[in-house]
């Protein structure tokens, strides 16, 4: 086929089946846009090339399933929903699929993609290393695919994250409750949080950004989901790629040195969170024990989440006895 | 870097020029030389960069490092012949658009003089420039070890394409050798060779998935050398990197070999198309080639395209709160 004749059958189809109605849709996409692609084109033909391609690609979006706001991937097709959240890097929608829910993560910048890649692969990772038992603790990984703009070639990772609704974020709850929350309500969350992050931490995965916004809560079942694992570490010696710029003071040291990041990296950093749900009236061994866990030198820090849980139920049974279930109340939530 | 265009005439010329008077591609090296070239000298650069621009507004950068240690016999050479095919290649099959190439070379920083050479991203004749001033160490401490880590971790922390930052589309990065990496980065080689300071030594794994922000890191393992299809050394790469260690039993297909992987990575070709093109243009490499990428070519993703505004999605919002490391 010469370039003449691409333009022609491309000027010349009137429905996305004129086109690609073959058996190799995909083939005939690529063979029409190599001839037509305007670096491609003919001298003196750049105009004509420019406007077959931007209607081949047209073409090709609709028959791929635009128009009908879906987004079909090998494995899924999924029905485009509002906007849910806003994150640091990443826009986040609704998208039904299969009759379940699911968030679409899909970062603003095509720069992040590697952020999203972590993401797939510590969740990924999670699944097949970690305790199945302990999987609530985290997101499942949907599917990982990667969108292309037809008309800028601009690529981006999109995950597709499962939903669970009527999660909190810390941020809501420390909004609800100004003045600090109680210790024995900040007890149950520490404690998830260590399981969430020793289950993490045998499956070879480090959260890097255990930050307010990333610990959804379930307040009535006393669920704990650790979020957005863009920031993690699944390589032995690796380290944070990135800090969320409103949190810096947060970070222990080795983050900002490029230095590897531990398990005691999680610890340092959930310890603060916990300390800052805290009231000031919290009693002083929390606050010690706090101390403890956020040593400048990661190597003074605990270094694993699950004896640092048995050293804290310790505590806190010697501070409030024994364990009983305390609701917590949202008063946001109530009405 | 990689503004200008790429001539044919003018590497077929200059390569005449050269058998003419009887200098090798590699005059550089053959004169006696045990520097490493200006143009190549890692120390204190602080980026190689591959930018769009309205001449290339789509830079696809491709980097391809050997190894020129003795281990590797005459294959640097030969490489060196076959390299500068791979522009025109590119070029011609439309598998990228405006490719930028560097060349570079991996040697063992414990012994050699010249273990790092880097050239720049160019889309004209000054790649083959820089080819043919790579020091050839013929080295090499013998220990089944070179320096890959050093050069994996320039390329992590001392490139910035704007395909990765523009476009998300990662660059191309292909090692070829025949031994392994040491296990660590260690800071007093990268503050020799680079001129940077260190804290601590990085681990290979932790380089490696550092660099994978940026490039598709592949490894060709190519007949002709010598531990050519020892399974520890193809067994280690393959921990490392996957699916992307190519066994490469015919050296003559290297450029095809790597024209036809970042065809496949663009999605502009799939393998069984790529194999017909070669066959189009009188290549004897399909064999080799079609072996090399099999399981690149049948375990890739298809991209999903979609226009986002139409679709209902915005990548509008506040600017990215971070903080890159």
Redesign the interface.
Known sequence: MTFAEAAALVDAARTPGDLFGGDQPAVTYRKLARLLHPDAAPAGRTVTATAAFARLSSLWATHQGRGNTTLTTRRHRYTLGDRFATGDLANLYRVRYDGRQGLLKLPRQPAANDLLDREATALVTLRRNGDPRHRAYAPELVESFRHEDPTTGVRRTANVLSHCAGLVPLTELARAYPDGLDPRDVAWIWRRLLVALGWAHRAGVVHGAVLPEHVLIEPDQHGVVLVDWCYSVTTEGGSVPALVARYRDWYPPEVAKRAPATPATDIHLASGCMRWLMGTGAPDALFRFIRGCTQPSPRRRPQDAWRLLAELDELLEKLYGPRRFRRLVLPTTTV | MGSGRWSTDVYGAAASYRAATGRSAFAYSDSGARKVHERLDPRGVDVRESRDSDEHP?STPIAVLFDVTGSMGSVPRTLQSKLPELFGLLLRK?YA??PQIMFGAIGDATCDRVPLQIGQFESDNRMDDDLGNIVLEGGGGGQRTESYELAMYFMARHTSLDS??????RGYLFLIGDELPYPQVKPAEVRRWTGDEL??P??V??I???L???FEVYYILPSGASYAGDPEILGYWRRLLGQHVIELDDLDAVCETIALTVGLGE????LA?GLTDLADVGSTATGSVGRALATIGSTR????????A?????????D??????
């Open positions: 789509r439309g658009t405006d990765v930052e523009r476009r998300g589309r804290a601590e990085i681990s794994a932790a490696v998935a550092e994978r922000q940026r999605e502009a070709i799939d198309e993703g298809v991209a999903v395209r979609t226009d986002l139409t679709a209902g999605l915005d990548t509008d919002g506040p990215d709160g971070l903080i890159r490391l």
